[in-house]
């Protein structure tokens, strides 16, 4: 097939670049226009891809495909924006600042059911990711007995950016749950499933902003699998790591290939338990020293377009319901919802099926 889908990017910071890279490396895809608050005016690059300073600007382009890669509190906007103008669109998590964006997006799309619409939870397509699904689901190792999972890093401003959005709930949502955190919400759902029970402590005592800064949940599912979850960003050392227990061994996710490097080795432990009582059984670990994460998820989505396929993972209703776990965890400290003024109406949002 020798057509290309004519892409614009919402938003050209560091996710954006990277996308851009990995959309021009695709065969059936190429950029043509960008746009970012950051340019001092309209123009053109020397390989002619346009750029703007505003989004509205590049929704004038003759697109076909649209990539939103902005600041939360445009996220939702621009996506429903791009499907009335009748353009595929890829959101990068999160989906808005909170869950009344993501439905307000939902409803949008019902509109347009032919179009395709996919939200950036790229940890799904990492191998160590993969390979641990497919076990669990498999049930090679038993049921999952229970979860523990910790990611955070040093602080909520991201690495290499002077901006400091993400520390103003005005325009994030939340802190470092909604923003880094949400992706192993994420993957806690996608391995055990959806859980009935939360219990939390959210802090902004370090850092002193006006988003959480730790976030402590502790969750459990309708057939009891238990999970335990740490977002932190007062992690000094950064740290991915997920602890899965199952009937006849366990799964341990550790670190995980990123631009920075500071997550460490990718590597997936294998434990198989020998019953001895003795806690030392046989292990295998598998590292993974290549990201094809970012190549996959532009691959999956070009493919739902090309080829008039169901997205696979990162669909509306796993924003959704993604969205609708960060925000129980958030109410689900009594205090924290105080401070927050959250209504019974905005609690009612966290739970309903749209």
């Known amino acids: 097939m020798n057509r290309k889908l004519r892409v614009g990017i919402a938003g050209y910071g560091v996710v954006g670049k990277r996308r ?9 895809m190429q950029v043509i226009a960008v746009c970012d608050k950051t340019f001092s005016a309209k123009g053109q690059f020397n390989n002619a891809v346009r750029y703007y300073q505003h989004y509205t600007e590049l929704l004038e382009e003759n697109l076909y495909v649209l990539f939103v890669c902005l600041t939360n509190d445009m996220a939702a906007l621009v996506t429903i924006a791009g499907l009335e103008k009748k353009f595929h669109v890829f959101c990068e998590k999160p989906p808005g600042r909170d869950v009344q ?7 949008c799309e019902k509109k347009y059911p032919h179009l395709k619409l996919k ?8 191998d160590s990711v993969i390979d641990a699904l497919r076990i669990i689901k498999n049930k090679e190792l038993g049921a999952i007995i229970d979860l523990k999972g910790t990611y955070g890093k040093s602080k909520i401003i991201s690495f ?26 994420d993957l806690l759902r996608i391995f ?3 859980f009935s029970e939360v219990y939390s402590f959210i802090s902004n005592d370090f850092w002193g902003h ?19 979850l740490h977002s932190s960003a007062t992690q000094w050392r950064h740290r991915f790591w997920l602890d899965v227990t199952l009937e006849r061994g366990g799964l341990v996710l550790s670190g995980i290939l990123s631009g920075t ?5 990718e590597t997936l432990k294998i434990i198989w338990n020998s019953n001895d009582g003795v806690g030392d059984p046989r292990e295998q670990t598998t590292v993974y020293n290549e990201d094809n994460s970012w190549r996959r998820e532009i691959d999956e989505f070009a493919q739902a377009i090309l080829y008039d396929l169901p997205i696979q993972h990162g669909t509306s209703k796993d924003a959704l319901k993604t969205m609708q776990l960060v925000y129980r965890i958030y109410c689900a ?14 609690l009612e949002l966290a739970i309903t099926d749209i």
């Not at 964006?101 to 409803?107: R, T």
Request: charged share 20%; hydrophobic share 35%.
């Open 20 to 28: 851009y890279q990995f959309v021009n490396e695709h065969p059936h």
């Open 101 to 107: 964006d993501i439905i307000n997006v939902l409803y």
């Open 119 to 126: 939200y950036g939870f790229n940890h799904r397509y990492h």
């Open 160 to 185: 290499g950016q002077g901006s400091d959005w993400r520390t103003h709930r005005s325009i994030a949502g939340g802190g470092i749950l909604l923003d880094q955190g949400i992706h192993m919400v």
């Open 192 to 194: 055990a499933g959806e």
């Open 210 to 228: 006006d988003v959480e800064d730790n976030a402590y949940a502790l969750m459990r599912t309708a057939d009891k699998k238990v999970a335990f």
């Open 261 to 265: 490097k500071s997550y460490g080795a």
């Open 333 to 346: 400290d009594t205090h924290w919802q105080k401070t927050w003024n959250i209504s019974d109406e905005w």
